[in-house]
């Protein structure tokens, strides 16, 4: 019974998703203007939401917002600051799309919209936010909680974001052959982010969290959908599903932390681990390699354990060696320098690591002293490896993976 | 910017928490007050003795009145503070997300009001 209300009311989120996004794309695609046109739907919107787990998603969902939003129009409660632009809105769907709306489906703008979100003009950390927002409706409260960000600035930022659009004429459409690989870099980056962000609360405990996960995933899918041809969108989707797959196997029963190496590979999702590999696998026949079809490589390599029962470590090493030299960020540095450890040994990895120290922007990241802290008690080299997990534990904000560091930190003194 | 992370924790819950855990919390504290101090954050910062030994003055109609208890009777206690430096909020968020309080209680973060003369 709990669980058919779960279903019912998962369909209907999806599907009030779906057509929230495209009407707002279509709406901005027309106007430029997404505020507004998120004004004439929020209500509406807020109403599927409601509405549509008890009463089964309509037939035509996106005429049923349209209907819903019009008939809002003359409440008193729309009558806000922002409602005159609602309103246009709203006229321009009463014209234009009656005509066509009733028997065909809205074209997908989603895309073109997607690509003004990641527009080069639009500050990058205030990307994958707006996409959140603009193609699936998440309030800027929601939003600031997973990126970590005060709700009130990410409510300023968003704003911001959206008049920049508008003033400076951000053009609603998919960037020409020539630019389109830098430009859909920066829209697969966006989707990346928030699924980065739901994957770092692996319980599940936040639900708001574990929702991004899915929601980038979802988004990822959308993309493919939209772009089935190119190959980086299939990598960037069979990433994120390798990863997925893994989410029972990262905590143990009592809610610790297990690293991947370590992780019981038959709680692995095997239905995502093949679509991820099927993913890949057509990618790799475009014959264009790129830094998302590496990272799932990667995952593919980890994923192939539960075949063979190891880890090709050096296989590892050598996907992190192309990574570095297409797309190299000091995470990519350190899992290299983790896979070169169990390659070729502590001492070479702990090598790769101290290259990068002189980097500061690793003082205050995690990854980076953890894994020193595991390299350096491999070597045993107590009093260095006690501070680096200390240096590591002070810099963690998941309670799991805290206590899974002062574990290991214990066990060093004896 | 100054920054002011005000830490509120269930103190009945933490006097009840079995030996181990409590040695659990005070070392991923000191880790804590450690990487804010490597990385130049760190200002002040102390932890408090519970709210049984707080006591609450007040003067009104010029008599003073003098009270055993916290200033205000809450679900969770103020227990401790640091006072940190941190670039914008976002970067204070960070800290803030950090400190092993955030995930056993709450971490009020206040801007610090500079006097600016």
Known sequence: MENGQEIARAAAEVAARQSYGKLVAWLAARTRDVAGAEDALADAFAAALERWPRTGVPKKPEAWLLAVARRRRVDAVRRRLTSEAGREHLKLIAEEAEAHMTDEDLPDERLRLMFVCAHPAIESSVRSPLILQTVLGFDAATIASAFLVSPAT????????????????????????????????????????????????????????????????????????????????????????????????????????????????????????????????????????????????????????????????????????????????????????????????????????????????????????????????????????????????????????????????????? | MRYMLLIYVNEAAMAAAPTDKTYEISAAYGAYTEALKKSGAWLAGDRLKPTQAATSVRMANGKTNVLDGPYADTKEQLAGFYMIEAEDADAAIAWAARCPAASAGTVELRPIWEQTM
């Open chain 1, 154 to 414: 990410m409510g300023q930022r968003l704003v911001r974001a959206k008049s920049r659009i508008r003033e400076t004429g951000i053009p609603f459409r998919v960037p020409e052959r020539a630019e389109l690989g830098e430009r859909l870099d920066a829209v697969l980056e966006a989707i990346y982010a928030a699924f980065a962000e739901g994957w770092s609360d692996p319980a599940g405990t936040e639900t708001r969290r574990r929702n991004l996960a899915t929601e980038g995933i979802w988004l990822g899918r959308l993309v493919v959908s939209l772009m089935p041809d190119e190959p980086e969108t299939l990598g960037l989707l069979s990433l994120m599903l390798f990863a997925e797959a893994r989410r029972a196997a990262r905590r143990d029963a009592a809610g610790d932390y297990v690293p991947l190496a370590e992780q019981d590979y038959t709680l692995w999702d095997r239905a995502l681990v093949d679509e991820a590999e099927a993913l890949l696998g057509r990618a790799a026949t475009m014959g264009v390699i790129g830094r998302y079809q590496l990272e799932a490589a990667v995952q593919s390599a980890h994923a192939a354990r539960r075949l063979t029962g190891r880890t090709d470590w050096v296989a590892i090493r050598e996907l992190y060696d192309a990574l570095l030299s297409i797309a190299g960020s000091p995470v990519v540095a350190i899992n290299r320098a983790v896979a070169i450890a169990e390659a070729e040994g502590a001492v070479a990895g702990l090598a790769a690591l101290y290259v990068l120290g002189d980097d500061n922007r690793l003082d205050d990241y995690q990854p980076y002293w953890a894994a020193c802290a595991g390299l350096l008690a491999r070597l045993g080299q107590v009093p260095q490896a006690t501070e680096a997990y200390d240096r590591a534990i002070g810099l963690e904000r998941d309670p799991a993976v805290r206590r899974f560091l002062q574990g290991k930190r214990a066990v060093l003194r004896n």
